[in-house]
């Protein structure tokens, strides 16, 4: 039998491995909301979403108020129903976080609750495309960090094979973007890829001026230059550079991915399972964007995303940020600049429940 026993809750503060920021704001803490899902044949699944500093009590109270205690008498196996079901049950306030994050967390937990069941690797289940997918570096390239610094860590992860590295921008004046950027190309040579990443911080006007002052170091993406509800303005942005670029991570329905689509606003997709509603949407996005000939390279939760770009053939990168050392037993493996992932039934995350208890915000 696979019915749902039981359904719980919790809500665990991790603490950022390094200091990040932006240009918009700092990584304060990861709140990480986890929801576990038991059935009658004994089958437990875990999953997970988080924010990085605010809303995670939000979350929760959604879950356990409103959402966990449908889930009772359920068929787990069920997994777009059920996601169907609660999506309708949130109607009044979708689209948005709270609800998406929400529905991520029981959505993860109902794919490894099927993953386990079939004794396969999420990998596999989701598509099964391939199990080794290359990495880019973001943890070398925050925005408070100096030019040297910049260089030195561009330089470590072509060193470790890494294909890429990505850059924060958004300083006062672009010129002060394009040398840090020119610093960093000058020293990893012209084949390693070099990402920027403006964080919604930028106008039409000033996301065009920064555009041209970094096309000269052939930057391989320009993530997110202005704010994601602003369509129209990544479509005209798109029209006069040629630098790709790059949108997903704020967005909360696939959708949303469907306009940037359809207008050119977009050259690369970033859907991130957590903020999206979860790996039934996150396939959705993905498989939407293939019809579009668009790649997927989704935003941050590397150990969860190892799989899911794998499973798809459209995948073409791992954002390398990791952040849940501290409360599992394994970490993604990196072999030879390539994440590979995990091949245990299940979503591949080991979770350390002790370490999560002490971490427990009550």
Not at 128 to 134: Q, S, V, W
Not at 215 to 226: C, F, G, Q, R
Request: charged share 20%.
């Amino acid at each position: 039998m696979t019915m749902i026993t039981k359904a719980s809750a919790l809500l665990a503060d991790i603490a950022v491995e390094t200091d990040r920021t932006d240009a918009v704001q700092s990584f304060v803490k990861q709140e990480t909301i986890l929801v576990t899902l038991t059935t009658t044949d004994g089958i437990e699944g875990t999953g997970y979403a988080y924010t990085i500093g605010t809303g995670g009590t939000s979350v929760l109270a959604l879950l356990r108020d409103h959402l966990l205690p449908l889930l009772a008498g359920k068929d787990a196996r069920n997994v777009e129903g059920l996601w169907q079901d609660l999506f309708g049950l949130t109607r009044a306030t979708t689209t948005g976080a709270i609800t998406s994050l929400a529905l991520a967390a029981i959505d993860t937990a109902l794919w490894d609750l099927r993953c386990k069941r079939a004794g396969e690797p999420l990998w596999r289940l989701a598509g099964g495309h391939r199990r080794e997918i290359p990495v880019y570096d973001t943890e070398g390239g925050w925005l408070h960090l100096g030019t040297d610094e910049l260089v030195e860590s561009a330089l470590a992860a072509k060193q470790a094979q890494f294909a890429g590295v990505k850059i924060k921008v958004g300083k006062p004046h672009p010129a002060e973007d394009a040398e840090r950027l020119r610093a960093v190309r000058e020293a990893v040579g012209p084949y390693l890829h070099i990402m920027t990443d403006a964080n919604q911080s930028q106008s039409l006007s000033s996301a065009v001026q920064l555009a041209a002052a970094l096309e000269p170091y052939d930057p391989y993406w320009l993530e997110e230059p202005m704010p994601a509800d602003d369509i129209s303005g990544h479509a005209r942005l798109a029209r006069s550079t040629r630098i790709p670029i790059a949108v997903g991570e704020s967005m909360y329905s696939p959708m949303q991915f469907r306009t940037y689509l359809e207008t050119g606003a977009a050259s690369v997709v970033q859907v991130d399972v957590a903020r999206v509603g979860g790996i039934t949407p996150w396939l959705k996005v993905a498989h939407l964007a293939e019809t579009f000939n668009v790649k997927v390279c989704p935003h941050f939760l590397m150990e969860l995303h190892v799989s899911l770009v794998g499973a798809v053939s459209n995948g073409a990168y791992v954002e390398y940020i990791p952040q849940l050392r501290a409360v599992t037993r394994t970490e993604m493996t990196v072999r030879d600049g390539l994440a590979v992932a995990p091949d245990e039934p299940g979503i591949g995350i080991d979770w350390d429940m002790d370490a999560i208890d002490r971490r427990r915000v009550s």
